[in-house]
């Protein structure tokens, strides 16, 4: 069994694993093992990987280049691992890079059954954990921790984001196709409650299994509930099923489909003469202005794909905490959290980004609309903004939390 | 044979033993995994290798284990022991029923019953508004063995998860090569004939995959206490899968192939993360490789080898089924 | 008029909508139970074709301009010739072993399909526009129905019938039932039984590649688009009785139509009713529906 360990050392790339120098480090040294290690655990080979993969493993690598590869004169590495989409591996793997092989900080965290595991490994073993791909809002609210940061977005914030301006702007009748599955019961949730909070009416929901191919019954009963909003709350193939078969029954454009977490990735698989219309709700988007595009850029050219907004927090996210790291002039968790959350974020992710007590990372937000294909001038030219919308108001305000580290009750 | 089987169930005991104090070789929250799942395996091969039986829905037993022990410990606070024993008993109790529904009939039919009603066990824990759906059932605390050992300390955890699925093993062992267990041979080989010879063939299987899925509950317990959650893949008919695959490249023919099959296929799944997207490629040519080329299995060619070997009688290809049963 | 509280018009566009989701689960199911009948092989890499003949189509289309219909007996073929390829150099080795690892087999074949695609097309999965002649929709009345989702209909029951009637009906099929029933006896009449297995797993992937490509404008072309079908095929087989032809394609519609009204009446339980009716067939008619008893 124990012969295997080559493949081990393969992946860390500069094995430094000296046997003693886990804990005994703190007192004499400021860094632990004398290196910042931070290890992407990501879906490598699932249905996650155009969302975050190998891309997020190198928007990190791109973080740490540019910051120099070294704090302070520390050397930083970058491990990355696969959780398969299971929550007991990622768990595990979690705490093997917590507990021997010194990693300090673990990034991405697609699936939120994943991210919410390795939260509770970063809490008990008090390192940092930053997901950028998955929603749920548990992460800041029950399962929160001072070593865990929910940084790109939530399912707040695409329920309130592409919810409230949808009803603001009129269409107040809404159906939901809705994935059976806590992600899309809670997000449908949410929503209904914005639609209803602004006078709107929720007038049915089909909840389908996930991995639904054939959406034609639903775009049928979409079709009979007159609704004007067709809510789509799920994600990926789910989500592009639907959205496809609601134009082929002709269900849109009468009623007008808004896609409750679509991602940049779902929009070019879905090509744009489907696609067009859709609204959405996304926290960064290559072409927004100069800083993201020449970011964009550089990681095109690293991965041959334009950046979604996961990725881009990867890369943001990974520099906030090696800013923190260096400012605060350890590695030290406590030490390295409490600057996290005093240092703004102001770079072409975030401006005046900052990070809540419960580990909120509280940006603005857009709500996006699909182009047709003849508005699409170039290439990877997909989306036209329709709105900003304030962090504060994106995200669930800090009352409402029921983190255990704020004195909410 | 006997002696070196002795030997090499020795040699890995001591290295079980040992894994706590070697923290740079190996992890022991990995061998928990591990262990975990050599259980699942050898409590599955109860029925195919030694009754001939194909479940194809052992998962609804373990992840029922985990989803019960984890309810248990975390809402209603219950000792952490009584969970992993009620966590085996429901799984158990599942496996009587689903045991008494699939055996009136036989091969690919049987392995279809189980795997309708695995996935009915699943469709109950998908809705069931305690399981957390996909976002799995989390923070289940570890709490205590027996009121002393505490947990929370993985080498103590270790050796309580060690010496459960040695004990379940024993089990396994001792079913095998008990009375019983021949009858179960004895239907494997010829059902109509261990009928006529009077035995209550049907009250033997719905008994032997009562105790299958008990034990299967039983792993699935100790998964959901090592890793404090129980998450829907757990009861997915992928983990019923795996559980065949991991069986059949031990060795169904063999009493701990199985266990060997779990390790390997658990080792695959952890070591080859540096390959990323091609992992499952990769596997899939390992899996491939394995069943066209030692069919019998990791532990049954190794019996083979040495049993041509020991006795330079030519042995037939069927031969290795009736030396494993004596290691 | 309602039933249930449900207009009947709009039961009546779900029945529509059930037999043209039946139609896809016909197609595989009729593969699938041929694969089982000659070969006795269970074929676990059945979703895995499917999803090769819509990425068969996809490339075609894309890389090589071919027109939809060109790829609809082109693509089909093709991943026909890979299925004989992977008989005829692996599967045969297991022929009258235990059927596990033929399942094991094809179950492997999976994983490096399904992961080899994801590494070369990513995850999300691949655009592929509907024929320009099938766009649109024709108003039956009872409702809108698009018109490739008919088109599906008719070529894939017209494709049904004619496996069904050179099975049954032809000496092609007569040696091949032969076959399957006397291998040794079949071979001593002077025909090549290999090579007819071969052929007829051929023709079971290619069935499988074709539901592909009338799959791919209407459902989403990815990797894992066949992996959660395939054990809803197996129940099919198994409802409509192993072995029977007729079975596994009036099972394939009946199904369908039964999944889409569990989508109106209780949506959740829509991709689990069949097991349901699996766990009740079998326990009522131990043959599935059109089998015959066992000896």
């Known amino acids: 069994m124990p012969a295997k360990n080559s493949l081990k050392t393969l992946m860390v790339s500069s094995a430094v694993v000296s046997l003693g120098g886990l804990a005994s480090g703190m007192a004499s040294a400021d860094y632990s093992d004398d290196v910042v290690r931070i290890g992407v655990l990501t879906d490598m080979s699932g249905i996650y990987t155009d969302l975050s993969g190998e891309a997020a493993v190198e928007a990190v690598r791109m973080a740490v280049e540019d910051f120099g590869g070294e704090v302070n004169g520390v050397p930083i590495e970058v491990i990355y691992g696969d959780h398969r989409n299971r929550a007991d591996t990622g768990a595990s793997r979690a705490r093997e890079w917590y507990d021997s092989e010194g990693v300090d900080m673990i990034n991405d965290l697609s699936n939120s059954g994943v991210a919410l595991a390795v939260a509770a490994v970063a809490d008990e073993q008090q390192r940092h954990a930053i997901s950028n791909s998955a929603s749920n809002i548990g992460l800041t609210n029950d399962y929160c921790s001072p070593y865990v940061t929910h940084y790109t977005y939530d399912a707040y914030s695409l329920a309130h984001g592409t919810g409230k301006s949808i009803v603001e702007d009129g269409g107040d009748t809404w159906f939901f196709l809705t994935v059976d599955f806590a992600f899309g019961i809670g997000l449908e949730e949410q929503v209904s409650n914005v639609v209803r909070e602004a006078g709107g009416q929720v007038v049915g929901a089909a909840r389908h299994p996930l991995d639904t191919t054939d959406f034609s019954s639903y775009a049928l009963q979409a079709q009979a509930s007159g609704a004007e909003i067709i809510g789509i709350a799920s994600t990926g193939a789910d989500a592009i099923n639907a959205i496809n078969a609601l134009a082929e029954f002709g269900v849109t454009p009468d009623q007008r489909p808004a896609a409750l977490l679509l991602w940049y990735d779902d929009i070019v698989s879905l090509g744009l003469e489907t696609a067009q219309g859709l609204l959405l709700t996304n926290a960064f988007y290559w072409d927004a202005n100069e800083e993201t595009r020449e970011f964009s850029q550089r990681f095109h050219e690293r991965t041959g794909r334009m950046p979604n907004m996961a990725q881009a927090g990867n890369y943001s996210s990974t520099m906030h905490y090696l800013n923190a790291v260096e400012a605060a002039g350890t590695d030290d968790a406590d030490a390295v959290s409490e600057q996290m959350r005093q240092i703004e974020i102001n770079d072409f992710f975030a401006s005046g980004g900052y990070i809540r007590p419960n580990g909120r990372m509280v940006h603005d937000q857009y709500l996006w609309e699909v182009k047709s294909p003849d508005e699409s001038e170039y290439d990877y030219d997909f989306l036209r903004l329709v709105k900003t919308i304030p962090g504060e108001e994106a995200f669930q305000p800090l009352e409402a939390s029921t983190c255990h580290l704020l004195d909410n009750d | 044979m006997r002696t070196l089987s002795f030997a090499a169930i020795a040699v890995v005991l001591l290295a079980l033993l040992a894994v706590p104090f070697v923290p740079q070789l190996i992890y022991s929250v990995f061998v928990m995994k591990m262990l975990c799942f050599v259980l699942f395996a050898c409590a599955f091969n109860l029925l195919l290798g030694h009754t001939g039986i194909l479940s194809f829905g052992h998962a609804a037993f373990f992840g029922t284990g985990a989803y019960v022990t984890g309810i248990l410990v975390k809402e209603y606070g219950v000792p952490t022991d009584l969970g992993i024993l009620a966590g085996g008993l429901v799984a158990a109790a599942l496996g009587t029923i689903i045991g008494a529904l699939a055996i009136h009939r036989s091969g690919i039919y049987l392995a279809m019953i189980t795997l309708a009603l695995s996935q009915l066990v699943f469709f109950f824990f998908l809705q069931a508004p305690f399981t957390g759906a996909e976002d799995g059932l989390q923070r289940i605390p570890r709490g205590t063995f027996l009121g002393v050992i505490d947990l929370r300390n993985d080498t103590a955890l270790y050796y309580v998860v060690l010496g459960i699925v040695g004990a379940g093993l024993w089990l396994v062992w001792r079913t095998v090569n008990s009375p019983f267990g021949n009858v179960l041979r004895a239907i494997r080989e010829h059902e109509p004939r261990a009928i006529s010879l009077g035995y209550p063939v049907a009250r033997y299987k719905v008994l032997v995959f009562t105790i299958s899925a008990g034990l299967a509950g039983i792993a699935g317990s100790l998964k959901a206490i090592v890793f404090q959650l129980a998450a829907l893949y757990d009861v997915h008919w992928h983990t019923s899968g795996d559980v065949i695959l991991m069986t059949l490249l031990g060795g169904m023919n063999t009493v701990f192939g199985p266990a060997v099959g779990a390790a390997l296929v658990s080792a695959l799944n952890h070591y080859l993360d540096p390959f990323g997207a091609w992992v499952t490629v990769i596997i899939g040519l390992v899996f491939m490789t394995c069943v066209l080329t030692f069919r019998q299995g990791v532990v049954g060619q190794l019996n083979q080898w040495f049993s041509s070997r020991r006795a330079p009688i030519p042995s037939a290809k069927g031969q290795p089924r009736s030396h494993a049963h004596q290691q | ?295």
């Not at chain 3, 766009?135 to 018109?147: A, K, S, V």
């Not at chain 3, 072309?221 to 197996?234: A, D, K, R, T």
């Not at chain 3, 989508?263 to 015959?292: D, K, Q």
């Open chain 3, 1 to 295: 008029m309602d039933i249930f509280g449900i207009p009947i018009q709009a039961l009546l566009g779900q029945l529509m909508l059930g037999i043209v989701n039946g139609s896809f689960y016909a197609v595989l199911s009729l593969g699938l139970a041929i694969i089982f009948g000659v070969l006795k092989i269970v074929n676990f890499a059945h979703g895995a074709f499917f999803m090769l003949g819509a990425f068969a189509a996809f490339l075609l289309a894309q890389y090589m301009g071919a027109s939809y219909w060109l790829t609809l007996f082109i693509a089909p073929l093709a991943v026909a010739v890979f299925g004989m390829l992977f008989e005829f150099l692996f599967l045969r080795r297991l022929y009258g072993l235990d059927p596990i690892y033929g399942l094991l087999l094809t179950f492997s074949l999976v994983l490096v399909l399904e992961g080899g695609f994801r590494v070369a097309f990513g995850s999300s999965g691949q655009p592929f526009a509907t024929p320009e002649q099938l766009r649109g929709t024709i108003n039956l009345g009872f409702m809108i129905l698009p018109i490739y989702r008919g088109f599906v209909i008719v070529s894939a029951l017209t494709l049904c019938l004619a496996t069904w009637f050179i099975i049954e009906r032809t000496s092609l099929g007569a040696s091949l039932r032969a076959a399957t029933e006397r291998s040794e006896l079949t071979q001593a009449f002077g025909i090549n039984v290999p090579r007819l297995i071969t052929l007829t797993y051929g023709v079971g992937v290619g069935l499988a590649a074709f539901a592909g490509v009338l799959a791919a404008p209407i459902f989403h072309v990815n990797p894992s688009m066949g992996s959660s079908l395939v054990i809803i095929i197996f129940a099919v087989v198994v409802i409509g009785g192993l072995g029977s032809i007729m079975g596994a394609i009036v099972t394939g519609l009946g199904l369908g139509v039964v999944e889409g009204f569990t989508r109106v009446f209780y949506s959740e339980f829509s991709s689990t009713i069949v097991f349901l009716v699996m766990v009740l067939v079998l326990l009522l008619r131990p043959a599935g529906l059109f089998g015959r008893e066992e000896g």
